[in-house]
Protein backbone atom coordinates (compact mmCIF):
# COMPACT_ATOMS: atom_id res chain seq x y z
CA UNK A 1 0.00 0.00 0.00
CA UNK A 2 1.10 3.65 -1.01
CA UNK A 3 0.00 6.64 -0.35
CA UNK A 4 -0.46 8.83 -3.95
CA UNK A 5 0.67 12.31 -4.42
CA UNK A 6 -3.44 13.18 -3.75
CA UNK A 7 -2.76 11.58 -0.25
CA UNK A 8 -5.26 9.18 -1.24
CA UNK A 9 -4.31 5.35 -0.40
CA UNK A 10 -3.52 3.27 -3.40
CA UNK A 11 -3.61 -0.61 -4.09
CA UNK A 12 -2.27 -1.68 -7.47
CA UNK A 13 -1.94 -5.14 -7.45
CA UNK A 14 -1.14 -5.63 -10.96
CA UNK A 15 0.56 -2.48 -11.23
CA UNK A 16 -0.87 -0.85 -13.82
CA UNK A 17 0.84 2.28 -15.23
CA UNK A 18 -1.45 3.18 -18.61
CA UNK A 19 -5.19 2.12 -19.65
CA UNK A 20 -6.78 3.90 -21.99
CA UNK A 21 -10.05 3.40 -20.78
CA UNK A 22 -11.08 3.61 -16.76
CA UNK A 23 -14.18 2.75 -15.16
CA UNK A 24 -14.25 4.47 -12.22
CA UNK A 25 -16.62 2.75 -9.09
CA UNK A 26 -17.19 5.07 -6.29
CA UNK A 27 -18.19 4.00 -3.17
CA UNK A 28 -18.93 4.24 0.74
CA UNK A 29 -19.44 1.35 2.78
CA UNK A 30 -20.70 -0.41 -0.87
CA UNK A 31 -19.15 -4.09 0.02
CA UNK A 32 -22.88 -5.19 -0.91
CA UNK A 33 -23.16 -4.46 -4.11
CA UNK A 34 -19.57 -3.50 -5.69
CA UNK A 35 -18.76 -7.31 -6.15
CA UNK A 36 -21.44 -7.11 -8.50
CA UNK A 37 -20.70 -3.27 -9.82
CA UNK A 38 -16.88 -5.00 -10.84
CA UNK A 39 -17.98 -7.85 -12.27
CA UNK A 40 -20.90 -6.07 -14.55
CA UNK A 41 -18.17 -3.07 -15.47
CA UNK A 42 -15.37 -5.79 -16.09
CA UNK A 43 -17.92 -7.90 -19.00
CA UNK A 44 -18.28 -4.05 -20.12
CA UNK A 45 -15.16 -3.32 -20.57
CA UNK A 46 -14.05 -6.78 -22.54
CA UNK A 47 -17.28 -7.31 -24.32
CA UNK A 48 -17.25 -3.74 -26.09
CA UNK A 49 -13.69 -2.14 -25.60
CA UNK A 50 -12.12 -5.35 -25.70
CA UNK A 51 -9.56 -4.32 -27.85
CA UNK A 52 -8.19 -1.19 -25.04
CA UNK A 53 -5.78 -1.34 -22.13
CA UNK A 54 -8.57 -0.84 -19.59
CA UNK A 55 -8.77 -0.76 -16.09
CA UNK A 56 -11.51 -1.02 -13.14
CA UNK A 57 -10.82 1.92 -9.86
CA UNK A 58 -12.78 1.93 -7.08
CA UNK A 59 -12.24 5.29 -5.44
CA UNK A 60 -13.55 5.21 -2.29
CA UNK A 61 -14.48 6.95 0.87
CA UNK A 62 -11.96 5.22 3.17
CA UNK A 63 -14.94 2.56 4.26
CA UNK A 64 -15.15 0.13 7.27
CA UNK A 65 -17.23 -2.36 6.05
CA UNK A 66 -15.12 -4.39 3.62
CA UNK A 67 -15.87 -2.40 0.32
CA UNK A 68 -11.56 -2.71 -0.11
CA UNK A 69 -11.71 -6.43 0.27
CA UNK A 70 -14.62 -7.23 -1.60
CA UNK A 71 -13.93 -5.56 -4.83
CA UNK A 72 -10.34 -6.27 -4.86
CA UNK A 73 -11.49 -9.93 -4.26
CA UNK A 74 -13.88 -10.10 -7.13
CA UNK A 75 -12.29 -11.94 -10.21
CA UNK A 76 -12.61 -10.33 -12.82
CA UNK A 77 -10.27 -10.51 -16.31
CA UNK A 78 -9.58 -6.53 -16.33
CA UNK A 79 -7.08 -5.46 -13.33
CA UNK A 80 -8.13 -2.87 -11.04
CA UNK A 81 -6.68 -0.19 -8.40
CA UNK A 82 -8.03 0.54 -5.25
CA UNK A 83 -8.00 3.90 -4.33
CA UNK A 84 -9.40 5.60 -1.08
CA UNK A 85 -9.26 8.80 0.66
CA UNK A 86 -7.13 9.36 4.35
CA UNK A 87 -9.31 8.14 6.78
CA UNK A 88 -11.60 10.69 8.50
CA UNK A 89 -12.04 11.96 4.46
CA UNK A 90 -15.44 10.97 3.16
CA UNK A 91 -17.45 12.21 0.03
CA UNK A 92 -18.19 11.74 -3.58
CA UNK A 93 -16.22 14.66 -4.65
CA UNK A 94 -13.32 13.58 -3.16
CA UNK A 95 -13.85 10.15 -4.48
CA UNK A 96 -13.67 11.67 -7.82
CA UNK A 97 -11.01 14.41 -7.45
CA UNK A 98 -9.00 11.00 -6.40
CA UNK A 99 -10.35 9.51 -10.12
CA UNK A 100 -9.44 11.93 -12.00
CA UNK A 101 -5.98 12.49 -11.05
CA UNK A 102 -5.42 8.54 -11.27
CA UNK A 103 -6.98 8.75 -14.81
CA UNK A 104 -4.54 11.59 -16.08
CA UNK A 105 -1.70 9.84 -14.42
CA UNK A 106 -2.61 7.00 -16.82
CA UNK A 107 -3.11 8.46 -19.64
CA UNK A 108 -6.55 7.52 -20.04
CA UNK A 109 -9.23 8.68 -23.13
CA UNK A 110 -11.98 7.88 -21.63
CA UNK A 111 -13.39 8.18 -18.01
CA UNK A 112 -16.70 5.77 -17.25
CA UNK A 113 -17.97 6.32 -13.87
CA UNK A 114 -20.70 4.57 -12.11
CA UNK A 115 -22.12 4.59 -8.56
CA UNK A 116 -21.16 1.18 -6.39
CA UNK A 117 -24.74 1.55 -4.98
CA UNK A 118 -26.21 0.27 -7.93
CA UNK A 119 -27.80 -3.01 -8.28
CA UNK A 120 -28.99 -2.67 -11.77
CA UNK A 121 -25.77 -2.12 -13.64
CA UNK A 122 -24.95 -4.14 -16.64
CA UNK A 123 -22.15 -4.19 -19.21
CA UNK A 124 -24.50 -2.07 -21.42
CA UNK A 125 -23.90 0.62 -19.24
CA UNK A 126 -19.94 0.27 -19.80
CA UNK A 127 -20.72 0.37 -23.39
CA UNK A 128 -23.32 3.48 -23.56
CA UNK A 129 -21.56 5.64 -21.24
CA UNK A 130 -18.27 4.71 -23.05
CA UNK A 131 -18.49 4.76 -26.63
CA UNK A 132 -19.91 8.08 -27.26
CA UNK A 133 -16.60 9.46 -25.73
CA UNK A 134 -15.05 7.76 -28.53
CA UNK A 135 -17.05 9.03 -31.08
CA UNK A 136 -15.97 12.66 -30.30
CA UNK A 137 -18.39 13.47 -27.27
CA UNK A 138 -16.46 15.24 -23.98
CA UNK A 139 -19.45 14.56 -21.39
CA UNK A 140 -21.35 11.98 -21.55
CA UNK A 141 -25.09 12.08 -18.88
CA UNK A 142 -27.41 9.46 -18.04
CA UNK A 143 -30.46 8.60 -18.83
CA UNK A 144 -33.10 6.44 -16.82
CA UNK A 145 -35.75 4.93 -16.73
CA UNK A 146 -37.04 5.94 -13.17
CA UNK A 147 -40.16 5.65 -11.28
CA UNK A 148 -41.86 8.95 -12.24
CA UNK A 149 -41.55 9.83 -7.99
CA UNK A 150 -37.75 8.79 -7.96
CA UNK A 151 -35.46 11.50 -8.32
CA UNK A 152 -37.48 14.74 -7.29
CA UNK A 153 -34.41 16.52 -6.72
CA UNK A 154 -33.70 16.30 -9.88
CA UNK A 155 -37.02 16.61 -11.77
CA UNK A 156 -37.74 19.23 -9.23
CA UNK A 157 -35.37 21.86 -9.49
CA UNK A 158 -31.88 20.87 -10.39
CA UNK A 159 -33.18 19.71 -14.33
CA UNK A 160 -35.54 22.96 -14.40
CA UNK A 161 -33.09 25.16 -12.96
CA UNK A 162 -29.67 23.91 -14.51
CA UNK A 163 -31.90 24.07 -18.13
CA UNK A 164 -33.24 27.25 -17.52
CA UNK A 165 -29.68 28.46 -16.56
CA UNK A 166 -27.30 27.21 -19.39
CA UNK A 167 -29.86 26.39 -21.92
CA UNK A 168 -29.25 22.88 -22.02
CA UNK A 169 -31.56 20.21 -21.72
CA UNK A 170 -29.61 17.53 -20.04
CA UNK A 171 -32.45 15.32 -17.80
CA UNK A 172 -30.15 13.88 -15.46
CA UNK A 173 -27.60 16.76 -14.73
CA UNK A 174 -27.24 15.44 -11.11
CA UNK A 175 -26.81 11.64 -12.19
CA UNK A 176 -24.20 9.32 -10.59
CA UNK A 177 -23.47 7.93 -13.52
CA UNK A 178 -21.44 9.67 -16.25
CA UNK A 179 -18.24 9.67 -18.86
CA UNK A 180 -15.97 11.83 -19.82
CA UNK A 181 -12.95 12.70 -22.04
CA UNK A 182 -9.88 14.00 -20.90
CA UNK A 183 -10.09 17.69 -22.01
CA UNK A 184 -12.91 17.43 -19.14
CA UNK A 185 -10.34 16.02 -16.81
CA UNK A 186 -8.16 18.67 -17.43
CA UNK A 187 -11.18 21.02 -16.72
CA UNK A 188 -12.13 19.12 -13.35
CA UNK A 189 -8.58 18.94 -12.51
CA UNK A 190 -7.96 22.75 -12.37
CA UNK A 191 -11.55 24.55 -11.91
CA UNK A 192 -11.18 27.16 -9.32
CA UNK A 193 -14.78 25.73 -7.75
CA UNK A 194 -13.44 22.05 -7.55
CA UNK A 195 -12.22 22.56 -3.64
CA UNK A 196 -16.09 23.94 -2.66
CA UNK A 197 -17.17 22.06 0.23
CA UNK A 198 -20.14 20.88 -1.22
CA UNK A 199 -18.13 20.19 -4.51
CA UNK A 200 -16.43 17.36 -2.65
CA UNK A 201 -19.32 15.99 -1.22
CA UNK A 202 -22.99 15.54 -2.95
CA UNK A 203 -22.81 18.20 -5.05
CA UNK A 204 -20.09 16.93 -7.70
CA UNK A 205 -22.39 15.11 -9.93
CA UNK A 206 -24.46 18.39 -11.03
CA UNK A 207 -20.73 20.19 -10.73
CA UNK A 208 -19.34 18.00 -13.44
CA UNK A 209 -22.51 18.02 -15.74
CA UNK A 210 -22.63 22.15 -15.32
CA UNK A 211 -18.88 22.43 -16.04
CA UNK A 212 -19.17 20.29 -19.27
CA UNK A 213 -22.46 22.29 -20.53
CA UNK A 214 -20.36 25.38 -20.05
CA UNK A 215 -17.21 24.39 -21.40
CA UNK A 216 -18.81 24.21 -24.74
CA UNK A 217 -17.82 20.86 -25.67
CA UNK A 218 -19.85 18.43 -27.62
CA UNK A 219 -22.01 16.20 -24.60
CA UNK A 220 -24.80 13.72 -25.40
CA UNK A 221 -27.11 11.94 -22.93
CA UNK A 222 -26.93 8.24 -23.10
CA UNK A 223 -29.90 5.73 -22.12
CA UNK A 224 -28.94 3.33 -19.74
CA UNK A 225 -32.32 1.06 -20.34
CA UNK A 226 -32.56 -1.00 -17.43
CA UNK A 227 -34.41 0.96 -13.88
CA UNK A 228 -32.06 2.63 -11.78
CA UNK A 229 -32.87 0.94 -8.25
CA UNK A 230 -30.36 1.68 -5.75
CA UNK A 231 -30.06 2.31 -2.12
CA UNK A 232 -31.10 6.11 -3.34
CA UNK A 233 -30.44 9.03 -1.65
CA UNK A 234 -32.40 11.45 -3.74
CA UNK A 235 -35.78 9.96 -3.70
CA UNK A 236 -38.69 11.59 -3.16
CA UNK A 237 -37.82 12.84 -0.05
CA UNK A 238 -33.84 13.78 -0.30
CA UNK A 239 -31.60 13.80 2.41
CA UNK A 240 -31.08 17.57 4.03
CA UNK A 241 -27.21 16.78 3.78
CA UNK A 242 -27.82 15.82 -0.26
CA UNK A 243 -30.45 19.00 -1.07
CA UNK A 244 -27.93 21.68 0.31
CA UNK A 245 -24.90 20.65 -1.21
CA UNK A 246 -26.70 19.71 -4.72
CA UNK A 247 -28.79 22.98 -4.50
CA UNK A 248 -26.28 24.88 -3.06
CA UNK A 249 -23.61 24.04 -5.83
CA UNK A 250 -26.16 25.02 -8.25
CA UNK A 251 -26.50 28.14 -6.66
CA UNK A 252 -22.51 28.86 -6.43
CA UNK A 253 -22.23 28.34 -10.09
CA UNK A 254 -24.91 30.12 -10.68
CA UNK A 255 -22.41 33.20 -9.47
CA UNK A 256 -19.19 31.76 -11.24
CA UNK A 257 -21.43 31.23 -14.23
CA UNK A 258 -23.62 34.38 -14.36
CA UNK A 259 -22.11 36.35 -17.63
CA UNK A 260 -22.69 33.04 -19.48
CA UNK A 261 -25.98 32.04 -18.19
CA UNK A 262 -28.32 35.56 -18.29
CA UNK A 263 -27.44 35.80 -22.27
CA UNK A 264 -29.04 32.42 -22.88
CA UNK A 265 -32.76 32.77 -23.66
CA UNK A 266 -33.98 29.11 -23.69
CA UNK A 267 -33.03 25.81 -24.39
CA UNK A 268 -32.44 23.31 -26.57
CA UNK A 269 -32.05 20.08 -26.71
CA UNK A 270 -28.66 17.43 -25.55
CA UNK A 271 -28.12 14.66 -28.37
CA UNK A 272 -29.19 10.70 -26.92
CA UNK A 273 -27.03 7.70 -27.66
CA UNK A 274 -27.69 4.65 -27.15
CA UNK A 275 -31.90 3.50 -28.30
CA UNK A 276 -32.73 0.54 -29.56
CA UNK A 277 -31.76 -1.65 -26.45
CA UNK A 278 -35.08 -3.29 -26.81
CA UNK A 279 -37.49 -2.81 -24.17
CA UNK A 280 -36.71 -1.48 -20.73
CA UNK A 281 -38.35 -3.32 -17.64
CA UNK A 282 -41.08 -0.94 -15.98
CA UNK A 283 -39.02 0.76 -13.01
CA UNK A 284 -39.69 -1.04 -9.48
CA UNK A 285 -42.36 0.54 -7.27
CA UNK A 286 -41.66 3.40 -4.95
CA UNK A 287 -43.27 3.99 -1.78
CA UNK A 288 -44.35 7.75 -1.49
CA UNK A 289 -45.88 8.92 1.82
CA UNK A 290 -47.75 11.57 1.02
CA UNK A 291 -48.60 12.55 4.46
CA UNK A 292 -44.82 12.56 5.40
CA UNK A 293 -44.34 15.23 2.71
CA UNK A 294 -47.63 17.63 4.36
CA UNK A 295 -46.26 17.25 7.41
CA UNK A 296 -43.09 18.45 6.72
CA UNK A 297 -44.20 21.17 4.52
CA UNK A 298 -46.27 22.31 7.47
CA UNK A 299 -43.78 21.77 10.31
CA UNK A 300 -41.58 24.45 7.88
CA UNK A 301 -43.73 27.11 9.03
CA UNK A 302 -43.19 26.93 12.33
CA UNK A 303 -39.74 26.71 11.66
CA UNK A 304 -39.06 29.15 9.07
CA UNK A 305 -41.72 31.73 8.78
CA UNK A 306 -39.93 34.70 9.82
CA UNK A 307 -37.47 34.07 7.16
CA UNK A 308 -39.69 33.23 4.58
CA UNK A 309 -41.53 36.40 4.98
CA UNK A 310 -38.31 38.52 5.05
CA UNK A 311 -36.65 36.22 1.89
CA UNK A 312 -40.05 37.04 -0.52
CA UNK A 313 -42.22 39.31 -1.71
CA UNK A 314 -45.22 40.22 0.12
CA UNK A 315 -47.36 38.08 -3.34
CA UNK A 316 -45.43 35.25 -3.21
CA UNK A 317 -45.74 34.65 0.92
CA UNK A 318 -49.09 35.11 0.71
CA UNK A 319 -49.00 32.33 -2.03
CA UNK A 320 -47.47 30.67 0.25
CA UNK A 321 -49.76 31.03 3.30
CA UNK A 322 -52.81 30.10 0.89
CA UNK A 323 -51.20 26.97 0.11
CA UNK A 324 -50.71 25.97 3.75
CA UNK A 325 -54.18 26.47 4.57
CA UNK A 326 -55.48 23.79 1.35
CA UNK A 327 -56.70 20.61 3.04
CA UNK A 328 -54.39 17.59 2.57
CA UNK A 329 -57.03 16.31 -0.15
CA UNK A 330 -56.77 19.21 -2.47
CA UNK A 331 -53.37 19.98 -1.79
CA UNK A 332 -51.68 21.72 -4.97
CA UNK A 333 -48.49 23.76 -5.87
CA UNK A 334 -48.44 25.97 -8.38
CA UNK A 335 -44.95 25.79 -10.86
CA UNK A 336 -44.84 29.78 -11.27
CA UNK A 337 -44.72 30.32 -7.72
CA UNK A 338 -42.02 27.24 -7.16
CA UNK A 339 -40.15 28.76 -10.25
CA UNK A 340 -40.41 32.69 -8.35
CA UNK A 341 -39.54 30.64 -4.88
CA UNK A 342 -36.75 29.16 -6.63
CA UNK A 343 -35.50 32.10 -8.27
CA UNK A 344 -35.51 34.53 -4.89
CA UNK A 345 -33.55 31.63 -2.85
CA UNK A 346 -30.93 31.84 -5.40
CA UNK A 347 -30.76 35.08 -5.19
CA UNK A 348 -30.73 35.19 -1.41
CA UNK A 349 -28.03 32.99 -1.36
CA UNK A 350 -25.73 35.12 -3.92
CA UNK A 351 -26.55 37.89 -1.29
CA UNK A 352 -25.63 35.82 1.52
CA UNK A 353 -28.93 37.04 3.67
CA UNK A 354 -28.76 34.73 5.99
CA UNK A 355 -25.83 31.71 6.52
CA UNK A 356 -26.01 29.14 3.42
CA UNK A 357 -26.67 26.30 5.06
CA UNK A 358 -29.66 27.78 7.35
CA UNK A 359 -30.99 29.20 3.79
CA UNK A 360 -30.58 26.21 1.98
CA UNK A 361 -32.26 24.17 4.50
CA UNK A 362 -34.79 26.64 4.58
CA UNK A 363 -36.14 25.81 1.14
CA UNK A 364 -36.20 22.26 1.75
CA UNK A 365 -39.95 22.24 3.19
CA UNK A 366 -41.08 24.50 0.43
CA UNK A 367 -39.52 21.73 -1.75
CA UNK A 368 -41.52 19.34 -0.21
CA UNK A 369 -44.51 21.07 -0.75
CA UNK A 370 -43.78 20.95 -4.09
CA UNK A 371 -42.94 17.26 -4.30
CA UNK A 372 -46.61 16.07 -2.38
CA UNK A 373 -48.02 18.67 -5.30
CA UNK A 374 -46.18 16.43 -8.07
CA UNK A 375 -47.01 13.62 -6.40
CA UNK A 376 -50.53 14.01 -6.22
CA UNK A 377 -50.74 15.55 -10.00
CA UNK A 378 -48.88 12.72 -11.43
CA UNK A 379 -50.94 10.02 -9.46
CA UNK A 380 -52.40 8.17 -12.23
CA UNK A 381 -50.07 9.44 -15.00
CA UNK A 382 -47.85 7.21 -17.33
CA UNK A 383 -43.89 8.20 -16.38
CA UNK A 384 -44.23 9.19 -19.95
CA UNK A 385 -46.93 11.37 -19.20
CA UNK A 386 -45.03 12.64 -16.06
CA UNK A 387 -42.14 13.68 -18.25
CA UNK A 388 -44.61 15.76 -20.10
CA UNK A 389 -45.47 17.50 -17.39
CA UNK A 390 -42.10 18.20 -15.91
CA UNK A 391 -41.71 19.16 -19.51
CA UNK A 392 -44.44 21.63 -18.65
CA UNK A 393 -42.99 23.16 -15.35
CA UNK A 394 -39.65 23.49 -17.39
CA UNK A 395 -41.17 25.70 -19.88
CA UNK A 396 -42.80 27.84 -16.50
CA UNK A 397 -39.04 28.58 -15.88
CA UNK A 398 -37.94 29.10 -18.79
CA UNK A 399 -40.82 31.65 -19.05
CA UNK A 400 -39.98 33.13 -16.18
CA UNK A 401 -36.37 33.66 -16.26
CA UNK A 402 -36.43 37.57 -16.83
CA UNK A 403 -38.05 37.44 -13.48
CA UNK A 404 -34.68 35.99 -12.19
CA UNK A 405 -32.43 38.17 -14.43
CA UNK A 406 -33.86 41.39 -13.14
CA UNK A 407 -33.98 40.00 -9.18
CA UNK A 408 -29.83 39.08 -10.01
CA UNK A 409 -29.20 42.47 -11.24
CA UNK A 410 -30.96 44.07 -8.54
CA UNK A 411 -33.90 45.47 -10.68
CA UNK A 412 -36.84 43.93 -8.30
CA UNK B 1 -32.27 35.33 -42.79
CA UNK B 2 -32.80 32.51 -41.20
CA UNK B 3 -33.34 29.58 -43.58
CA UNK B 4 -35.93 26.38 -42.55
CA UNK B 5 -36.17 23.25 -44.22
CA UNK B 6 -39.78 21.57 -44.26
CA UNK B 7 -39.66 17.81 -44.38
CA UNK B 8 -43.01 16.46 -45.37
CA UNK B 9 -44.03 14.27 -47.31
CA UNK B 10 -47.56 15.83 -48.12
CA UNK B 11 -47.74 18.14 -50.99
CA UNK B 12 -50.00 20.69 -49.51
CA UNK B 13 -48.69 20.90 -46.19
CA UNK B 14 -45.11 22.05 -47.52
CA UNK B 15 -46.81 24.55 -49.42
CA UNK B 16 -48.66 25.79 -46.81
CA UNK B 17 -45.52 25.85 -44.40
CA UNK B 18 -43.70 27.20 -47.14
CA UNK B 19 -46.28 30.50 -48.19
CA UNK B 20 -46.67 31.10 -44.45
CA UNK B 21 -42.87 31.09 -43.07
CA UNK B 22 -41.72 32.89 -46.21
CA UNK B 23 -44.39 35.93 -45.37
CA UNK B 24 -42.22 35.88 -41.72
CA UNK B 25 -39.24 36.35 -43.50
CA UNK B 26 -37.49 32.85 -43.58
CA UNK B 27 -35.77 31.69 -46.62
CA UNK B 28 -38.05 28.01 -46.39
CA UNK B 29 -36.59 24.82 -48.55
CA UNK B 30 -38.41 21.58 -48.75
CA UNK B 31 -37.54 17.62 -49.27
CA UNK B 32 -40.80 15.19 -49.29
CA UNK B 33 -38.78 12.89 -47.51
CA UNK B 34 -35.39 11.36 -45.75
CA UNK B 35 -33.74 10.18 -49.03
CA UNK B 36 -30.54 11.55 -48.79
CA UNK B 37 -31.78 14.41 -46.03
CA UNK B 38 -27.83 14.84 -44.39
CA UNK B 39 -26.43 15.27 -47.06
CA UNK B 40 -28.95 18.34 -48.26
CA UNK B 41 -28.40 19.53 -44.79
CA UNK B 42 -24.82 19.64 -45.20
CA UNK B 43 -25.14 21.25 -48.70
CA UNK B 44 -27.68 23.12 -47.61
CA UNK B 45 -26.96 24.37 -43.99
CA UNK B 46 -30.24 25.27 -42.63
CA UNK B 47 -30.32 27.11 -39.79
CA UNK B 48 -33.41 24.70 -38.49
CA UNK B 49 -35.70 21.68 -39.69
CA UNK B 50 -39.37 21.72 -39.20
CA UNK B 51 -39.77 17.13 -39.66
CA UNK B 52 -42.66 15.58 -40.29
CA UNK B 53 -42.90 12.02 -37.84
CA UNK B 54 -44.77 9.83 -39.82
CA UNK B 55 -44.12 10.06 -43.64
CA UNK B 56 -44.67 7.34 -45.91
CA UNK B 57 -41.45 5.71 -46.69
CA UNK B 58 -39.50 7.42 -43.74
CA UNK B 59 -39.62 7.18 -39.55
CA UNK B 60 -39.43 10.79 -39.04
CA UNK B 61 -37.79 9.94 -35.44
CA UNK B 62 -35.05 7.84 -36.91
CA UNK B 63 -34.68 10.72 -39.52
CA UNK B 64 -34.22 13.14 -35.86
CA UNK B 65 -31.54 10.12 -34.65
CA UNK B 66 -29.66 10.29 -38.16
CA UNK B 67 -29.79 14.24 -38.16
CA UNK B 68 -28.54 14.48 -34.36
CA UNK B 69 -25.85 12.47 -34.61
CA UNK B 70 -24.36 14.47 -37.80
CA UNK B 71 -25.56 18.12 -36.96
CA UNK B 72 -26.12 17.90 -33.24
CA UNK B 73 -26.95 21.73 -32.52
CA UNK B 74 -29.65 21.74 -35.22
CA UNK B 75 -32.27 22.83 -33.96
CA UNK B 76 -35.28 20.28 -35.13
CA UNK B 77 -39.03 20.61 -34.43
CA UNK B 78 -41.47 17.90 -34.88
CA UNK B 79 -44.40 18.25 -36.97
CA UNK B 80 -47.08 15.57 -36.16
CA UNK B 81 -50.64 15.05 -36.79
CA UNK B 82 -50.93 12.86 -33.32
CA UNK B 83 -49.24 13.41 -30.52
CA UNK B 84 -48.58 9.53 -29.53
CA UNK B 85 -45.10 9.70 -30.69
CA UNK B 86 -44.60 11.27 -27.10
CA UNK B 87 -44.57 7.46 -25.67
CA UNK B 88 -41.33 6.85 -27.79
CA UNK B 89 -38.02 8.31 -25.95
CA UNK B 90 -36.48 9.52 -28.95
CA UNK B 91 -38.39 12.44 -29.62
CA UNK B 92 -36.58 13.50 -26.44
CA UNK B 93 -33.71 15.05 -29.01
CA UNK B 94 -35.82 17.23 -30.59
CA UNK B 95 -35.78 20.50 -29.75
CA UNK B 96 -39.98 21.19 -29.95
CA UNK B 97 -43.03 19.31 -31.50
CA UNK B 98 -46.27 21.22 -32.57
CA UNK B 99 -49.63 19.32 -33.84
CA UNK B 100 -50.15 19.91 -37.52
CA UNK B 101 -52.74 22.67 -37.77
CA UNK B 102 -53.77 25.41 -40.53
CA UNK B 103 -53.06 28.20 -37.73
CA UNK B 104 -49.24 27.97 -37.84
CA UNK B 105 -49.14 30.65 -35.04
CA UNK B 106 -47.65 27.63 -32.73
CA UNK B 107 -45.47 26.54 -34.93
CA UNK B 108 -43.94 30.03 -35.62
CA UNK B 109 -43.54 31.01 -31.88
CA UNK B 110 -41.69 27.50 -32.01
CA UNK B 111 -39.38 27.90 -34.46
CA UNK B 112 -38.63 31.77 -33.17
CA UNK B 113 -37.77 30.34 -29.81
CA UNK B 114 -35.29 27.85 -31.31
CA UNK B 115 -33.58 30.24 -33.14
CA UNK B 116 -32.82 32.22 -30.31
CA UNK B 117 -31.84 30.05 -28.30
CA UNK B 118 -29.12 28.82 -30.80
CA UNK B 119 -28.03 32.56 -31.04
CA UNK B 120 -27.97 32.65 -27.47
CA UNK B 121 -25.23 30.62 -27.19
Redesign the interface.
Known amino acids: MKKSSRLAYEENPEKVERAEVVVGISSYDSAEFIGHTAEQAARGLLDYFGSKNSVIINVDSDSGDGTKEVFLGTTTEVPKIYLSTPPGTKGAGHNLRNLVTKAAELKAQAVIVVNAAFKSITPRWIKNLGEPIFGGFSFVSPLYLRHKCEGVLTSGIIYPLTRVLYGRRVRQPNGGDFAFGMTMAETYMHHPTGGEKAVLQTGVDVWMTTLAINQAVPICQSFVGRPKTQRSPDGVMPQVSAFVDVVGTVFDLMGFFQERWQKVRWSKPTAVFGFGMGEADAPPPLEVSEADLYRVFLQGFSQYQALWESLLDDKTFNKLTEIKNLPAAHFSFPSELWARIVFRYAVAHRNQVTDRQTLLESLLPIFHGKSLSFVKKTERMSIQQAEEYIESECMIFEEMKSYLAADWQGKR | MAKILVVDDEEHIRLLYSEELREEGYDVITAEGGYRLLERIDRERPDLVVLDIKMVDYDGLDLL?DI??KF??L?VILSTAYDTF??D??S????FYVVKSFDLSELKRKIK??L???T??
Do not use: L
Open positions: QRNYDPKEMKIAADMAEARSE
